[in-house]
């Protein structure tokens, strides 16, 4: 069965989703909502990193239930930098191009979890397909934020 | 001195006896009690003010006019004597007031006749502001426009206005802003007070539009106030309920609020919850009236979607989980469930306590909830009034000068874009509509930046009102950004403007608006304003032909000119829309007193109550808006929409609650909660020029708890700092009887009258020195609620009380507190 090698590239895939929205968050201190959503986005991907890792010993795998978040020195810098980087308008083209980075995770964590959850079905596992479409709505709407307010920026940022 | 209060109609009284003085209302804030039983008519009581040595008989005119220092709509006569407001009285037979009104309407006509109204344009030469002529200061704002039209575009531009002006200037504003400079960034300072109220209405009902009446309060078993003090900010819709529960069957009162409010006093039960737990606290409620069997089954599955998704997520939330969540007892929470449940006509009316809090919307959309649950709207005494903070906040939202499109259009729906198009005879693709209008947070956010790069401000004060001032004050000074101030006294804001436009007051021009309750009223010209002060209206048109704004025939984009001609382009504008004025004129207007839209040809005398029936404007075609994602903000697309609710009933929506992201910690160990006082309106530039109401409250206090007053060695009087991560204010103390770990500061308090003008001196004065800048996802309305603090003893008091009134919510929790002491005195 290779659900569990799915589950295992899901796993890797949400820790990185998580890792890209705080990095937004931080890069774009300036901009309050990508700041403040980019945590609680983040804090989406971080519980079903700690799901994924409960259920994947069924499915033959070890997987790490906590994502690493602890800030580096590089991360500090990077926050003084956004702040003071907050009065040009050149910030706000390249916090689309990075909500353009967590669309394009979030799409693909959401293909993932489609595929898991048809494979839950298959098999007639409750749980798993359950715990699919809980995490794949919560992904849906990363996805749709996201979007969103690219979107919203491109009417700005692309004609200044 | 001769004041006097009007208690009969002028020409049936005959003397003076039985009358209160009027200096009397401003520690007598609701007057007399005239009972009155469930169901009958609230009987009429007649107030009124005349200036010191005027009497009724000295009085010239009086002019129809109703209240701008509130959103309740009290309607009211203006006095007029020599060419000056004199007075006012109320009119008896409005169905809002019946007469009476509250002191800011009593007294605070008084700012009016301020000696330091702008009475000249203003323009900034060599760094100061200097006296110049209208075509000088018109030529400055129209140069700088059209430069910034050649050299980026309609994204240059932005425009911040307000909840105070007139209907027809907020329809002249958004025809010329969206239709002629094709901006997209148009909002108003409704953003701070009523966003919420539209946001929640649109998630639930798919359109914006109060559905409930204050006539309710007449017919109502169970009124609950959700952080809504009307004692103090709508006075006399208190009235109305002070005056039910003094007559016979009166209701059962629910409050929920962390301040010993006069509602909280007066409630049945009472919730205090921790700040920023509203929404838990709500589905607890909604929780106890599915367990206790009180849902409308029938009523629900005929006219609701989403009810399973709302018992799935509230089954979580019993109150002994929330009881630990909002530091409530659980036992409380069930009595005001039951409370809830047992009502047969429920009245809900929600303000600022949740608007301005985490999770807003989703917490306002859980009372829409309530109601759909018990099928309780559209019917005598079952009304949900989402309240506004501003006297025309309303028709900043219907005219489209706030983030919305006019008369309640959908932007994300083609057609309706193309139907605004037709009315104002431009192209569609000319009204920007690709993304939901800029709100006020991300216009700021665009002018720090360096994007928008002209901003004209008009009727507000972002200065004191907004979150976080240092930030404020640094991106309105930039010196990049061409500020443009349209105002009738030198505000904050103003003194930091590169051209600064004196406006007319009310009372001083002619315009229509409309209250919380869909209630339009006329408010007619009494007096000349000072000066070469203008009206609004006249000045957005004059900017509109001077820059030679076009339709798509080349014909002049604004063809009118009076208010009445504005008037009735509106009316155009709404026809077969939700807030439909066809049916009104000024002369309908006129004489009679206050008529609630939609007023159509087939509803001549107005629509008391919206959605009879379960009939909702709610479907994909006729929306005004396809829902957010309450927590995220992401607008649904309209396949969505279709999906979840084809056949246009009410959404019920289910939200789970989340902590808010400023959390108490050690060294911000209490939370600071912002909010109003009775004597005051907005940044205080017309009540402070009211003697009497800047006397019952001159200067900002602190309150704390008796316990945190204790912890922190802090006794009555004495000298703070409270401090939160963006600065500290210093303030006198009132122990009150606030929640145990909430400090709550007024945030009317700016720097207009101190020595430095604009910005604090030594010490923070204004509450926003220590807000956030965080918002509401889903109605981008910021958080003013939730700020971790702290609080230290500057200096001992020298004895005497602080200046908070004792007469309100700031009560003193000792009664020991010397009387004399305080504002009010």
């Given at each position: 069965?290779?659900?569990?090698?799915?589950?295992?590239?899901?796993?890797?895939?949400?820790?990185?989703?998580?890792?890209?929205?705080?990095?937004?968050?931080?890069?774009?201190?300036?901009?309050?909502?990508?700041?403040?959503?980019?945590?609680?986005?983040?804090?989406?991907?971080?519980?079903?990193?700690?799901?994924?890792?409960?259920?994947?010993?069924?499915?033959?795998?070890?997987?790490?239930?906590?994502?690493?978040?602890?800030?580096?020195?590089?991360?500090?810098?990077?926050?003084?930098?956004?702040?003071?980087?907050?009065?040009?308008?050149?910030?706000?083209?390249?916090?689309?191009?990075?909500?353009?980075?967590?669309?394009?995770?979030?799409?693909?964590?959401?293909?993932?979890?489609?595929?898991?959850?048809?494979?839950?079905?298959?098999?007639?596992?409750?749980?798993?397909?359950?715990?699919?479409?809980?995490?794949?709505?919560?992904?849906?709407?990363?996805?749709?934020?996201?979007?969103?307010?690219?979107?919203?920026?491109?009417?700005?940022?692309?004609?200044? | 001195?001769?004041?006097?209060?009007?208690?009969?109609?002028?020409?049936?009284?005959?003397?003076?006896?039985?009358?209160?003085?009027?200096?009397?209302?401003?520690?007598?804030?609701?007057?007399?009690?005239?009972?009155?039983?469930?169901?009958?008519?609230w009987p009429q009581r007649v107030d009124g003010h005349l200036a010191a040595g005027v009497d009724a008989s000295d009085v010239d005119a009086w002019v129809?006019?109703?209240?701008?220092?509130?959103?309740?709509?009290?309607?009211?006569?203006?006095?007029?004597?020599?060419?000056?407001?004199?007075?006012?009285?109320?009119?008896?037979?409005?169905?809002?007031?019946?007469?009476?009104?509250?002191?800011?309407?009593?007294?605070?006509?008084?700012?009016?006749?301020?000696?330091?109204?702008?009475?000249?344009?203003?323009?900034?030469?060599?760094?100061?502001?200097?006296?110049?002529?209208?075509?000088?200061?018109?030529?400055?704002?129209?140069?700088?426009?059209?430069?910034?039209?050649?050299?980026?575009?309609?994204?240059?531009i932005g425009f911040y206005t307000t909840g105070q002006l007139f209907l027809e200037e907020y329809y002249a504003l958004a025809l010329v802003a969206h239709?002629?400079?094709?901006?997209?960034?148009?909002?108003?300072?409704?953003?701070?007070?009523?966003?919420?109220?539209?946001?929640?209405?649109?998630?639930?009902?798919?359109?914006?539009?109060?559905?409930?009446?204050?006539?309710?309060?007449?017919?109502?078993?169970?009124?609950?106030?959700?952080?809504?003090?009307?004692?103090?900010?709508?006075?006399?819709?208190?009235?109305?309920?002070?005056?039910?529960?003094?007559?016979?069957?009166?209701?059962?009162?629910?409050?929920?609020?962390?301040?010993?409010?006069?509602?909280?006093?007066?409630?049945?039960?009472?919730?205090?919850?921790?700040?920023?737990?509203?929404?838990?606290?709500?589905?607890?409620?909604?929780?106890?009236?599915?367990?206790?069997?009180?849902?409308?089954?029938?009523?629900?599955?005929?006219?609701?979607?989403?009810?399973?998704?709302?018992?799935?997520?509230?089954a979580r939330y019993s109150p002994d989980v929330v009881s630990t969540i909002c530091d409530v007892p659980a036992v409380d929470i069930r009595a005001a469930?039951?409370?809830?449940?047992?009502?047969?006509?429920?009245?809900?009316?929600?303000?600022?306590?949740?608007?301005?809090?985490?999770?807003?919307?989703?917490?306002?959309?859980?009372?829409?909830?309530?109601?759909?649950?018990?099928?309780?709207?559209?019917?005598?005494?079952?009304?949900?009034?989402?309240?506004?903070?501003?006297?025309?906040?309303?028709?900043?939202?219907?005219?489209?000068?706030?983030?919305?499109?006019?008369?309640?259009?959908?932007?994300?729906?083609?057609?309706?874009?193309?139907?605004?198009?037709?009315?104002?005879?431009?192209?569609?693709?000319?009204?920007?509509?690709?993304?939901?209008?800029?709100?006020?947070?991300?216009?700021?956010?665009?002018?720090?930046?360096?994007?928008?790069?002209?901003?004209?401000?008009?009727?507000?004060?972002?200065?004191?009102?907004?979150?976080?001032?240092?930030?404020?004050?640094?991106?309105?000074?930039?010196?990049?950004?061409?500020?443009?101030?349209?105002?009738?006294?030198?505000?904050?804001?103003?003194?930091?403007?590169?051209?600064?436009?004196?406006?007319?007051?009310?009372?001083?021009?002619?315009?229509?608006?409309?209250?919380?309750?869909?209630?339009?009223?006329?408010?007619?010209?009494?007096?000349?304003?000072?000066?070469?002060?203008?009206?609004?209206?006249?000045?957005?048109?004059?900017?509109?032909?001077?820059?030679?704004?076009?339709?798509?025939?080349?014909?002049?984009?604004?063809?009118?000119?009076?208010?009445?001609?504005?008037?009735?382009?509106?009316?155009?504008?709404?026809?077969?829309?939700?807030?439909?004025?066809?049916?009104?004129?000024?002369?309908?207007?006129?004489?009679?007193?206050?008529?609630?839209?939609?007023?159509?040809?087939?509803?001549?005398?107005?629509?008391?109550?919206?959605?009879?029936?379960?009939?909702?404007?709610?479907?994909?075609?006729?929306?005004?808006?396809?829902?957010?994602?309450?927590?995220?903000?992401?607008?649904?697309?309209?396949?969505?929409?279709?999906?979840?609710?084809?056949?246009?009933?009410?959404?019920?929506?289910?939200?789970?609650?989340?902590?808010?992201?400023?959390?108490?910690?050690?060294?911000?160990?209490?939370?600071?909660?912002?909010?109003?006082?009775?004597?005051?309106?907005?940044?205080?530039?017309?009540?402070?020029?009211?003697?009497?109401?800047?006397?019952?409250?001159?200067?900002?206090?602190?309150?704390?708890?008796?316990?945190?007053?204790?912890?922190?060695?802090?006794?009555?009087?004495?000298?703070?700092?409270?401090?939160?991560?963006?600065?500290?204010?210093?303030?006198?103390?009132?122990?009150?009887?606030?929640?145990?770990?909430?400090?709550?500061?007024?945030?009317?308090?700016?720097?207009?009258?101190?020595?430095?003008?604009?910005?604090?001196?030594?010490?923070?004065?204004?509450?926003?020195?220590?807000?956030?800048?965080?918002?509401?996802?889903?109605?981008?309305?910021?958080?003013?609620?939730?700020?971790?603090?702290?609080?230290?003893?500057?200096?001992?008091?020298?004895?005497?009380?602080?200046?908070?009134?004792?007469?309100?919510?700031?009560?003193?929790?000792?009664?020991?507190?010397?009387?004399?002491?305080?504002?009010?005195?």
């Amino acid at each position: 069965m290779r659900i569990g090698t799915v589950l295992r590239d899901l796993h890797h895939d949400e820790k990185e989703l998580a890792r890209t929205l705080l990095r937004l968050a931080e890069d774009h201190r300036a901009d309050h909502e990508v700041h403040h959503l980019g945590h609680d986005l983040a804090q989406w991907s971080m519980r079903h990193v700690r799901e994924i890792a409960a259920i994947a010993p069924a499915y033959g795998q070890t997987l790490d239930p906590a994502p690493d978040g602890t800030p580096t020195l590089l991360q500090s810098a990077r926050r003084a930098i956004s702040e003071l980087s907050g009065r040009s308008a050149q910030m706000e083209l390249v916090m689309v191009r990075d909500l353009r980075d967590v669309y394009l995770r979030a799409s693909g964590v959401l293909t993932d979890w489609e595929m898991i959850g048809q494979a839950a079905q298959a098999i007639a596992d409750q749980e798993l397909h359950e715990l699919a479409t809980r995490c794949q709505a919560d992904t849906k709407r990363q996805a749709t934020w996201a979007n969103a307010k690219i979107k919203e920026s491109s009417t700005q940022a692309l004609v200044v | 001195m001769y004041p006097f209060l009007i208690r009969t109609p002028v020409a049936e009284r005959n003397d003076e006896e039985g009358t209160v003085p009027t200096e009397d209302r401003i520690t007598d804030i609701w007057g007399e009690r005239t009972p009155y039983a469930r169901g009958e008519r609230w009987p009429q009581r007649v107030d009124g003010h005349l200036a010191a040595g005027v009497d009724a008989s000295d009085v010239d005119a009086w002019v129809q006019s109703a209240s701008t220092l509130h959103s309740n709509g009290d309607a009211f006569d203006i006095a007029v004597r020599d060419g000056c407001v004199v007075g006012v009285r109320g009119r008896a037979d409005d169905r809002v007031n019946h007469g009476r009104l509250g002191p800011k309407d009593l007294f605070g006509w008084q700012g009016l006749q301020s000696s330091d109204r702008l009475t000249h344009p203003l323009i900034r030469r060599d760094g100061a502001l200097v006296e110049c002529s209208w075509d000088e200061a018109m030529e400055a704002v129209v140069g700088g426009t059209k430069k910034l039209l050649d050299e980026q575009g309609p994204s240059a531009i932005g425009f911040y206005t307000t909840g105070q002006l007139f209907l027809e200037e907020y329809y002249a504003l958004a025809l010329v802003a969206h239709g002629g400079i094709r901006t997209n960034h148009v909002d108003g300072n409704t953003r701070l007070c009523t966003a919420t109220a539209a946001e929640a209405l649109k998630e639930s009902f798919g359109c914006d539009g109060q559905p409930g009446s204050y006539t309710d309060v007449d017919h109502a078993d169970a009124i609950a106030l959700f952080g809504h003090n009307v004692a103090e900010t709508q006075t006399v819709l208190w009235m109305r309920i002070l005056d039910r529960l003094a007559g016979s069957d009166p209701p059962a009162i629910l409050c929920v609020d962390p301040r010993p409010t006069p509602v909280a006093r007066a409630a049945t039960v009472h919730l205090a919850p921790r700040p920023g737990t509203n929404v838990a606290l709500m589905n607890a409620l909604l929780h106890e009236v599915i367990s206790r069997g009180d849902v409308d089954e029938p009523w629900v599955r005929a006219h609701t979607v989403g009810y399973d998704d709302l018992e799935k997520t509230v089954a979580r939330y019993s109150p002994d989980v929330v009881s630990t969540i909002c530091d409530v007892p659980a036992v409380d929470i069930r009595a005001a469930g039951r409370l809830l449940g047992e009502s047969q006509a429920l009245l809900s009316t929600v303000l600022q306590g949740f608007y301005q809090s985490h999770q807003a919307t989703a917490a306002a959309v859980q009372v829409n909830n309530l109601h759909l649950l018990r099928g309780m709207i559209g019917r005598p005494g079952c009304g949900i009034l989402q309240m506004n903070g501003q006297p025309t906040a309303q028709n900043t939202r219907e005219c489209g000068a706030d983030g919305d499109m006019a008369g309640f259009r959908n932007w994300s729906n083609t057609d309706h874009v193309a139907d605004l198009a037709r009315i104002w005879n431009v192209e569609p693709t000319q009204i920007p509509h690709a993304t939901p209008p800029t709100h006020a947070m991300q216009i700021m956010r665009y002018v720090e930046d360096g994007s928008i790069r002209m901003l004209w401000v008009s009727g507000t004060n972002p200065v004191v009102s907004m979150p976080e001032l240092a930030r404020m004050r640094s991106i309105l000074s930039q010196e990049r950004l061409f500020l443009v101030v349209q105002d009738i006294y030198l505000t904050e804001t103003a003194q930091l403007a590169d051209v600064v436009l004196p406006a007319a007051a009310w009372g001083e021009k002619t315009g229509a608006f409309t209250n919380v309750d869909r209630t339009v009223h006329l408010s007619e010209k009494a007096v000349e304003p000072p000066g070469q002060a203008r009206p609004d209206l006249e000045i957005f048109v004059d900017f509109a032909r001077r820059m030679d704004l076009k339709d798509k025939d080349g014909a002049p984009l604004v063809t009118w000119s009076t208010p009445e001609e504005a008037f009735d382009a509106w009316r155009e504008c709404s026809r077969g829309r939700p807030c439909d004025y066809s049916g009104l004129t000024y002369d309908k207007l006129r004489g009679g007193s206050g008529v609630q839209w939609p007023c159509t040809e087939d509803a001549p005398d107005g629509t008391e109550r919206l959605y009879a029936g379960g009939a909702f404007w709610a479907s994909p075609d006729e929306c005004e808006s396809y829902g957010r994602d309450l927590e995220t903000g992401a607008p649904l697309e309209e396949q969505e929409y279709r999906a979840l609710n084809p056949y246009g009933r009410a959404v019920i929506k289910a939200a789970d609650y989340r902590p808010a992201h400023e959390l108490p910690d050690e060294d911000h160990p209490l939370q600071l909660i912002t909010g109003r006082t009775v004597y005051h309106f907005h940044t205080r530039t017309r009540t402070a020029r009211a003697p009497e109401l800047q006397a019952a409250a001159p200067e900002v206090w602190v309150e704390v708890s008796a316990r945190d007053a204790g912890s922190y060695d802090l006794r009555e009087g004495d000298l703070a700092e409270v401090r939160t991560r963006r600065g500290e204010v210093h303030a006198r103390v009132r122990v009150s009887g606030i929640r145990p770990g909430v400090v709550f500061l007024p945030f009317h308090y700016g720097y207009w009258d101190t020595a430095e003008g604009w910005r604090p001196g030594e010490h923070g004065r204004a509450a926003n020195e220590l807000t956030l800048t965080d918002w509401d996802p889903a109605s981008k309305q910021p958080i003013f609620k939730t700020a971790a603090c702290s609080v230290r003893k500057v200096s001992d008091g020298d004895g005497t009380a602080s200046p908070a009134p004792r007469t309100t919510a700031s009560a003193p929790v000792s009664m020991s507190v010397d009387t004399t002491g305080g504002g009010t005195r």
